[in-house]
């Protein structure tokens, strides 16, 4: 199974996490929040196969790290996955949109002089503007649209647009988020936990916990867990290859 966005260096203990990751044979995308925590996450889990490190600037950071953006093109190459990017537009950052859209260009752009990447996008409170942007940016790669929480007409633009969206244990547990799981086409699901930021009965998640996923969509799809793991596994493998 996988967790494709979970912050492990953000994580007090890693090493714990990442092992109980990798004992259940786990893919993990460990998803960074800036350019300068990258080379210190790959670190992380460097010899671990099924590990990948995604090289970001998550938009709640882009005023005070847009900074960081020669960074971001520094390392660009050697990155095969790109994330946490995208625009937030919920009440404590939504004065920094003229920020954030500048550092989402920024990346748009430099994704689109080489559409081989996989990006981890948020989109929370600014899902128009962030298709906006991903429509104008021609191809830049594939998308994954994570955690995505906006109204039923913008996802329906998102599946025109042939995207993927993750999705997390905690969104299992919400009305809106069950509602929206309902809308999606199975064949772009992808999990996540968005650990160690997201929580469920005020637990840290971590990736073991994408198992909660897993049975609820067996409900949802009235099937069994392992008939929900088939499609999820060819769901990554689709995503993955070139
Ligand atoms: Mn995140």
Redesign the pocket.
């Known amino acids: 199974m996988m967790d494709l966005?979970c912050?492990l260096d953000l994580y007090k203990e890693p090493e714990k996490i990442i092992s109980r990751a990798k004992d259940k044979g786990l893919y993990v995308l460990s998803?960074t929040t800036t350019p300068s925590a990258w080379k210190g996450t790959c670190a992380l889990t460097r010899n671990i196969p099924r590990f990948k490190t995604a090289l970001g600037l998550h938009p709640q950071l882009a005023h005070k790290r847009k900074h960081e953006l020669p960074l971001f093109d520094e390392y660009f190459d050697e990155a095969k996955y790109i994330g946490?990017i995208g625009l937030d537009g919920s009440k404590e950052y939504k004065a920094y949109m003229p920020e954030q859209l500048e550092v989402f260009k920024h990346i748009l752009k430099k994704c689109a002089s080489k559409p081989t990447k996989i990006l981890s996008v948020?989109s929370r409170s600014a899902e128009k503007l962030v298709l906006d942007q991903i429509e104008d940016a021609g191809n830049i790669g594939k998308i994954i649209l994570?955690w995505y929480t906006g109204s039923k007409s913008q996802l329906e633009r998102a599946k025109n647009l042939g995207l993927w969206f993750s999705i997390g244990p905690a969104m299992t547990l919400s009305k809106n988020g069950q509602k929206i799981i309902s809308y999606l086409p199975k064949d772009k699901i992808l999990l996540e936990t968005?650990g160690p930021?997201a929580k469920v009965n005020n637990k840290q998640l971590e990736p073991v916990d994408v198992d909660i996923v897993v049975t609820y969509l067996a409900s949802e799809w009235q099937t069994s867990s392992e008939k929900v793991l088939n499609i999820l596994s060819q769901n990554l493998k689709n995503l993955v290859q070139i």
């Open positions: 966005h912050h998803i946490e948020h994570h968005d930021f």
